[in-house]
């Protein structure tokens, strides 16, 4: 698969980035390049097999400054682009908005002008081929009741300045489809969980905190409902529409898996207490009820019917194989956490207390 074929993947030192590249270099011929900025949240020690392989190239560049992506696409010459680049932390768009706006609008706007001037540029063959899929999340649909789940089809209702932005960069994404007829998809995924993710997101969080036996902050009330995908069957689904989606379509990616964050919470700590036991009595002694996020979005489920019928995507694990894999990979792999906590980053004033 993907023979002879140059891929961009945007934002990929990041979480679900890296899985896409190390997905893409394990199972396809798709040579690489991942172009991220380098925030806080990248991290290139999340990439190991691809940094020095011939099929795989390294560009250190933000994706809203025009002149450096110009000559990305040149001296490359893509087939296709994966946006993965963003401000991601829901917590963190709330004290401070502007960066979401620069990167995940401005950056958005700016990569697909350079992705179009380049597919203007192609040969005929060659401009049919190519491929710009953005990548995107259930939050733009705003909060669900205790019923119903996101189609395609749901009206955007963002409630947080994440969400605003990355609606936002749907919609640009859209719009150069239809006006400029640049080949674009969107996919709009459910809460990713996984090796590799950065440790201000909820599981992470709790994992480590739980194996230093501090206190393990939930917000509210811990109802919230959440829907959560393994990344590796992220990654696998978006390599599907990246080969067989129809263009100007956007996909749902979820594994019909809610669970309250309560629930998420309780289950770390029965799978901390089988693996990391030394604390006295169990790890939900540490459970500790804090002041919620402004603008908490209560409810998300995913439909994934349109991408299980048209693409036959199926994803390989359930929450409960996922979730052990997860807590293990953390146990298992302190350096890599316990270098990011060293260096040190922004807590957000939520996540503070
Ligand atoms: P992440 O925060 O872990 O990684 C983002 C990466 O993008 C980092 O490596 C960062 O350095 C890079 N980046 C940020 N700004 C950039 C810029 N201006 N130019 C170039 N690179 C830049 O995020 P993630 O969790 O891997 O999310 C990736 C994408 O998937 C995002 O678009 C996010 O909205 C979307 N998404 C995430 C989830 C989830 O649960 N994590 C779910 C659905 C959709
Ligand atoms: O310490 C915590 N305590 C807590 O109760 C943290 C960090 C979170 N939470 C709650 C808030 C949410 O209801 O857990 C839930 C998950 O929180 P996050 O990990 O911050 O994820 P979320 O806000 O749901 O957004 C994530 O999924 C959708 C990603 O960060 C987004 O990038 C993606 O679009």
Same mark, same amino acid.
């Given at each position: 698969?993907?023979?002879?074929?140059?891929?961009?993947?945007?934002?990929?030192?990041?979480?679900?980035?890296?899985?896409?590249?190390?997905?893409l270099?394990? +199972?396809?011929?798709?040579?690489?390049?991942?172009?991220?900025?380098?925030?806080?949240?990248?991290?290139?020690d999340?990439?190991?097999? /691809?940094?020095?392989?011939?099929?795989?190239?390294?560009?250190?560049?933000?994706?809203?400054?025009?002149?450096?992506?110009?000559?990305?696409?040149?001296?490359?010459?893509? +087939?296709?682009?994966? #946006? !993965?680049?963003?401000?991601?932390?829901?917590?963190?768009?709330?004290?401070?908005?502007?960066?979401?706006?620069?990167?995940?609008?401005?950056?958005?706007?700016?990569?697909?002008?350079?992705?179009?001037?380049?597919?203007?540029? !192609?040969?005929?063959?060659?401009?049919?081929?190519?491929r710009?899929?953005?990548?995107?999340?259930?939050?733009?649909?705003?909060? !669900?009741?205790?019923?119903?789940?996101?189609?395609?089809?749901?009206?955007?209702?963002? #409630?947080?300045?994440?969400?605003?932005?990355?609606?936002?960069? $749907?919609?640009?994404?859209?719009?150069?489809?239809?006006?400029?007829?640049?080949?674009?998809?969107?996919?709009?995924?459910? #809460?990713?969980?996984?090796?590799?993710?950065? %440790?201000?997101?909820?599981i992470?969080?709790?994992?480590?905190?739980?194996? /230093?036996?501090? %206190?393990?902050?939930?917000?509210? +009330?811990?109802?919230?409902?959440? +829907?959560? =995908?393994?990344?590796?069957?992220?990654?696998?689904?978006?390599?599907l529409?990246l080969?067989?989606?129809?263009?100007?379509?956007?996909?749902?990616?979820?594994?019909?898996?809610?669970?309250?964050?309560?629930?998420?919470?309780?289950?770390?700590?029965?799978? =901390?207490?089988?693996?990391?036991?030394?604390?006295t009595?169990?790890?939900?002694?540490?459970?500790?009820?804090?002041? $919620?996020?402004?603008?908490?979005?209560?409810?998300? /489920?995913?439909?994934?019917?349109?991408?299980?019928?048209?693409?036959?995507?199926? %994803?390989?694990?359930?929450?409960?194989?996922?979730? &052990?894999? &997860?807590?293990?990979?953390?146990c298992?792999?302190?350096?890599?956490?316990? $270098?990011?906590?060293?260096?040190?980053?922004?807590?957000?004033?939520?996540?503070?207390?």
């Amino acid at each position: 698969r993907f023979e002879d074929i140059t891929i961009f993947v945007t934002g990929g030192a990041g979480f679900i980035g890296s899985a896409v590249i190390r997905h893409l270099m394990a +199972d396809t011929g798709a040579r690489i390049v991942n172009i991220d900025k380098l925030t806080y949240a990248a991290n290139l020690d999340s990439l190991p097999g /691809a940094v020095g392989h011939p099929r795989y190239a390294f560009e250190k560049q933000c994706i809203g400054e025009s002149t450096g992506l110009r000559a990305l696409f040149e001296k490359y010459q893509p +087939d296709a682009v994966m #946006n !993965l680049a963003a401000e991601s932390h829901v917590d963190r768009s709330i004290d401070g908005p502007a960066e979401f706006i620069q990167t995940n609008v401005i950056g958005t706007f700016t990569l697909l002008q350079e992705a179009l001037r380049h597919w203007r540029g !192609l040969t005929p063959a060659r401009r049919a081929r190519f491929r710009f899929l953005h990548v995107s999340t259930d939050e733009v649909f705003g909060s !669900l009741g205790a019923n119903g789940m996101f189609s395609e089809d749901t009206a955007y209702a963002p #409630n947080s300045p994440y969400s605003a932005s990355k609606a936002s960069s $749907d919609h640009l994404v859209r719009a150069w489809r239809e006006t400029y007829e640049l080949p674009t998809m969107v996919t709009n995924c459910s #809460n990713n969980y996984g090796p590799y993710h950065f %440790p201000e997101k909820l599981i992470p969080h709790m994992i480590i905190r739980g194996l /230093a036996n501090e %206190p393990l902050p939930v917000y509210g +009330d811990g109802g919230n409902i959440r +829907d959560w =995908l393994y990344v590796a069957d992220h990654a696998l689904a978006l390599t599907l529409v990246l080969e067989h989606g129809t263009v100007g379509e956007t996909y749902n990616i979820g594994a019909r898996c809610e669970r309250s964050n309560l629930d998420v919470v309780a289950q770390i700590c029965e799978l =901390l207490d089988e693996i990391s036991p030394g604390i006295t009595g169990s790890h939900r002694g540490l459970i500790s009820f804090v002041t $919620d996020r402004p603008g908490h979005d209560r409810r998300y /489920a995913i439909d994934p019917g349109k991408i299980e019928r048209e693409l036959g995507w199926r %994803p390989r694990e359930t929450f409960d194989s996922g979730l &052990t894999k &997860t807590v293990r990979w953390f146990c298992d792999n302190r350096t890599w956490w316990q $270098d990011i906590l060293d260096r040190g980053y922004q807590q957000t004033r939520i996540g503070l207390g």
